[in-house]
């Protein structure tokens, strides 16, 4: 069955079953290629007739993932230059008042899309809510910084999709003033940033950040730097002429070498804050799209009325050290080398060590490096928000004999209720009754900023998600202490 809904660009159909009508593939801002390409996003010409939105729309050029990765991530790709678009399910396009999310995914800024079986927005329809999720340029299409383009594509390409929301979701049964944005990874960071850029305010009311916060941007030299790098790698001009002359898969490639330079060879000298983290494409501070990194704006009080639930998984970096077997080549001497690295004091790795006295010190170097890349930023966006809520994930997958634990994007089945779409990372038989947990409390908190338990600024209260959910007081408390005065 075909629902047919207006937007202010034209008529789309839908298919409607089981009491969920999807609408896939709508486009929200105009091809970004030929001369549009590396410049803002641009208005969708509008289209006569019904529009079928019955097929997920093409997807941003990305590398995808390599091996072992490419085996627990699915990878969906889709051709075509009509890239800025987005789904949309809805439990039935004539209501009203309907609470909204926009999913924005991750991928590193480089990979992922909105078409991914895990993404399906059908459990948030099920259950009252319009789900959105947006495709966006990735990596040099949409990040790559250069004298004479627009700064954070990417970003301004989901401010877009925002706007789109805000003036097209009420035909779809939303409530334009009742959106909660939320993202896992890159795509959490890119809320972040969201939080903090002023052409995003008044686009949404909450913000969910999964396995990502406002700490991770680069600066603009650093970013110039790298775009110098890819014009070099790629024998072009570092201009938007130079790299507009480049076929998209091209650029690809040449991302993906740089990618593999910084993290075979990270030199500080060349790769500035990149070393500690080996992204190569992220949201840049140019000062204008966004004016200061994100954790700083936040902390000065953008977008302070915006309620906020933010968190991450116990065994974060697992992820990706397990799979590849970098993790049993780690040695002691490794773990104090990046405590040093992250200004540590003495005595943290011994402090590490004993909150796990057996683990081996490739998992302490998990530990740290989960820490430093997603609990601790989690923690202080908490702080500087002042009214948020924080979440720890800790279910342990079977996957790789239970080695990976809770890992790095783990938890999104059970967030959008798709176990059995997350089955290669959530193994044969994940527990429902979790999903239906965090589920709910996501649903709740879209629903009134609430989504179960107290504020973090209450007693660091931590909401776990595991084999049992409860709230704690600040875990692992003595290890957050560690990073006091340090980002």
Same mark, same amino acid.
């Given at each position: 069955?075909?629902?047919?809904?207006?937007?202010?660009?034209?008529?789309?159909?839908?298919?409607?079953?089981?009491?969920?009508?999807?609408?896939?593939?709508?486009?929200?801002?105009?091809?970004?290629?030929?001369?549009?390409?590396?410049?803002?996003?641009?208005?969708?010409?509008?289209?006569?007739?019904?529009?079928?939105?019955?097929?997920?729309?093409?997807?941003?050029?990305?590398?995808?993932?390599?091996?072992?990765?490419?085996?627990?991530?699915?990878?969906?790709?889709?051709?075509?230059?009509?890239?800025?678009?987005?789904?949309?399910?809805?439990?039935?396009?004539?209501?009203?008042?309907?609470?909204?999310?926009?999913?924005?995914?991750?991928?590193?800024?480089?990979?992922?899309?909105?078409?991914?079986?895990?993404?399906?927005?059908?459990?948030?329809?099920?259950?009252?809510?319009?789900?959105?999720?947006?495709?966006?340029?990735?990596?040099?299409?949409?990040?790559?910084?250069?004298?004479?383009?627009?700064?954070?594509?990417?970003?301004?390409?989901?401010?877009?999709?925002?706007?789109?929301?805000? &003036?097209?979701?009420?035909?779809?049964?939303?409530?334009?003033?009742?959106?909660?944005?939320?993202?896992?990874?890159?795509?959490?960071?890119?809320?972040?940033?969201?939080?903090?850029?002023?052409?995003?305010?008044?686009?949404?009311?909450?913000?969910?950040?999964?396995?990502?916060?406002?700490?991770?941007?680069?600066?603009?030299?650093?970013?110039?730097?790298?775009?110098?790098?890819?014009?070099?790698?790629?024998?072009?001009?570092?201009?938007?002429?130079?790299?507009?002359?480049?076929?998209?898969?091209?650029?690809?490639?040449?991302?993906?070498?740089?990618?593999?330079?910084?993290?075979?060879?990270?030199?500080?000298?060349?790769?500035?804050?990149?070393?500690?983290?080996?992204?190569?494409?992220?949201?840049?501070?140019?000062?204008?799209?966004?004016?200061?990194?994100?954790?700083?704006?936040?902390?000065?009080?953008?977008?302070? &009325?915006?309620?906020?639930?933010?968190?991450?998984?116990?065994?974060?970096?697992?992820?990706?050290?397990?799979?590849?077997?970098?993790?049993?080549?780690?040695?002691?001497?490794?773990?104090?080398?990046?405590?040093?690295?992250?200004?540590?004091?003495?005595?943290?790795?011994?402090?590490?060590?004993?909150?796990?006295? &057996?683990?081996?010190?490739?998992?302490?170097?998990?530990?740290?490096?989960?820490?430093?890349?997603?609990?601790?930023?989690?923690?202080?966006?908490?702080?500087?928000?002042?009214?948020?809520?924080?979440?720890?994930?800790?279910?342990?997958?079977?996957?790789? &004999?239970?080695?990976?634990?809770?890992?790095?994007?783990?938890?999104?089945?059970?967030?959008?209720?798709?176990?059995?779409?997350?089955?290669?990372?959530?193994?044969?038989?994940?527990?429902?009754?979790?999903?239906?947990?965090?589920?709910?409390?996501?649903?709740?908190?879209?629903?009134?900023?609430?989504?179960?338990?107290?504020?973090?600024?209450?007693?660091?209260?931590?909401?776990?998600?595991?084999?049992?959910?409860?709230?704690?007081?600040?875990?692992?408390?003595?290890?957050?202490?560690?990073?006091?005065?340090?980002?």
């Amino acid at each position: 069955m075909h629902s047919v809904v207006k937007t202010l660009s034209g008529e789309v159909r839908g298919n409607a079953t089981s009491g969920v009508t999807a609408f896939l593939g709508i486009p929200y801002a105009a091809a970004p290629f030929g001369p549009l390409r590396f410049r803002e996003p641009a208005p969708v010409e509008p289209w006569e007739g019904v529009r079928d939105a019955l097929e997920h729309g093409p997807t941003a050029p990305a590398p995808g993932y390599p091996a072992p990765f490419s085996d627990l991530l699915p990878v969906v790709r889709v051709p075509g230059e009509e890239i800025l678009n987005l789904n949309v399910w809805t439990p039935d396009p004539a209501a009203s008042g309907l609470p909204v999310m926009v999913w924005i995914h991750g991928g590193a800024f480089v990979n992922g899309s909105n078409s991914i079986p895990v993404y399906d927005g059908s459990a948030f329809a099920r259950d009252g809510v319009v789900l959105v999720s947006v495709n966006y340029r990735l990596g040099a299409e949409g990040f790559l910084h250069l004298p004479d383009a627009p700064a954070n594509r990417g970003l301004l390409d989901q401010v877009a999709a925002l706007r789109w929301v805000r &003036d097209n979701i009420a035909a779809f049964g939303g409530d334009p003033d009742a959106v909660t944005v939320f993202g896992e990874s890159a795509g959490g960071m890119s809320v972040g940033a969201l939080l903090a850029m002023p052409s995003a305010r008044g686009l949404f009311r909450r913000a969910i950040l999964q396995s990502g916060a406002a700490h991770h941007a680069l600066s603009a030299a650093t970013a110039s730097k790298v775009a110098g790098y890819l014009a070099e790698e790629v024998g072009v001009e570092p201009t938007v002429a130079g790299f507009a002359g480049a076929e998209p898969a091209r650029l690809v490639a040449g991302q993906q070498a740089l990618s593999a330079q910084s993290a075979t060879r990270p030199d500080p000298g060349r790769w500035g804050e990149i070393t500690l983290n080996s992204m190569v494409f992220e949201p840049v501070v140019d000062g204008e799209v966004l004016p200061a990194l994100p954790i700083e704006a936040i902390a000065a009080g953008a977008s302070a &009325d915006v309620d906020v639930l933010v968190g991450s998984n116990r065994d974060e970096h697992r992820f990706f050290l397990v799979p590849t077997g970098a993790a049993d080549q780690v040695t002691e001497a490794a773990v104090a080398l990046v405590a040093g690295a992250y200004r540590l004091p003495a005595g943290a790795v011994d402090a590490y060590r004993a909150e796990r006295p &057996d683990s081996p010190p490739g998992l302490v170097l998990a530990d740290l490096m989960g820490d430093w890349f997603f609990r601790i930023p989690a923690v202080r966006l908490a702080e500087a928000n002042g009214r948020a809520h924080v979440y720890e994930f800790d279910w342990v997958t079977p996957v790789l &004999d239970g080695r990976l634990g809770s890992c790095h994007a783990l938890e999104i089945g059970f967030v959008f209720d798709t176990l059995a779409a997350a089955s290669d990372l959530g193994g044969g038989d994940p527990p429902q009754e979790l999903a239906d947990a965090m589920h709910a409390a996501w649903v709740a908190f879209a629903r009134t900023g609430d989504p179960g338990w107290p504020p973090y600024a209450q007693d660091r209260a931590v909401r776990r998600f595991g084999d049992v959910v409860e709230t704690r007081t600040d875990p692992r408390g003595g290890l957050r202490e560690l990073w006091d005065g340090i980002r």
